[in-house]
T-cell receptor, first 116, second 114 residues
Framework: DTGVSQDPRHKITKRGQNVTFRCDPISEHNRLYWYRQTLGQGPEFLTY????????KSRLLSDRFSAERPKGSFSTLEIQRTEQGDSAMYLC??????????????FGPGTRLTVL | GENVEQHPSTLSVQEGDSAVIKCTYS??????FPWYKQELGKGPQLIID?????GEKKDQRIAVTLNKTAKHFSLHITETQPEDSAVYFCAASKSTSGTYKYIFGTGTRLKVLA
């Protein structure tokens, strides 16, 4: 399978704990995105990377959230001191990012986080 | 701020009928409009997209139209089948302009009744 993969698929944690999610993009894609989706809503943009550089962050990304893409391949999203409001599906997407191309993003299956 | 409105929120059609989902965007600089299908427990799957330099695009039973003046775009599914049942999302983006995030609509739950 050469699509976007995410791990874990499900995570249940207690309020106040830290969690980390991983995303592996399609291998030749140099752009990687994180979105958050709550029940009954469309995905909301959190942040994106061009190779290893984090180029844009949403105001939704509070200081408890941090994302990295250290070698320009896989990415991690960490949430510190989780709150019940963090419960959501966290989606990762990737795109080629060639100059002049429109930006078709391909999504992974998501990580569903439940904060008790 | 940037916003995409999507209607209807739910849509039920008989198998074989057509379904139409409509979206309106606020940022006139948007130039790329993808549509995604999301099944329960899965990530969104790109089904069709349209760029701002064309008014219509078709792929088998699926078509998308764009009216830049009205900042309006629509998804048309003909000859619907039960496997078309899912949640559909429209999105708008200013691709090629340095910001690549998608602004999504709130989704349309399509039910195709056999």
């Amino acid at each position: 399978d050469t699509g976007v993969s995410q791990d874990p698929r499900h995570k249940i944690t207690k309020r106040g704990q830290n969690v980390t999610f991983r995303c592996d993009p399609i291998s030749e894609h140099n752009r990687l995105y994180w979105y958050r989706q709550t029940l009954g809503q469309g995905p909301e943009f959190l942040t994106y990377f061009q190779n290893e550089a984090q180029l844009e962050k949403s105001r939704l990304l509070s200081d408890r959230f941090s994302a990295e893409r250290p070698k320009g391949s896989f990415s991690t999203l960490e949430i510190q001191r989780t709150e019940q409001g963090d419960s959501a599906m966290y989606l990762c997407a990737s795109s080629r990012g060639d100059r002049g191309t429109y930006n078709e993003q391909f999504f992974g299956p998501g990580t569903r986080l439940t904060v008790l | 701020g940037e916003n995409v409105e999507q209607h209807p929120s739910t849509l039920s059609v008989q198998e074989g009928d057509s379904a139409v989902i409509k979206c309106t965007y606020s940022d006139s600089a948007s130039n790329y409009f993808p549509w995604y299908k999301q099944e329960l427990g899965k990530g969104p799957q790109l089904i069709i997209d349209i760029r701002s330099n064309v008014g219509e695009k078709k792929d088998q039973r699926i078509a998308v139209t764009l009216n830049k003046t009205a900042k309006h775009f629509s998804l048309h599914i003909t000859e619907t089948q039960p496997e078309d049942s899912a949640v559909y999302f429209c999105a708008a983006s200013k691709s090629t302009s340095g910001t690549y995030k998608y602004i999504f609509g709130t989704g349309t739950r399509l039910k195709v009744l056999a």
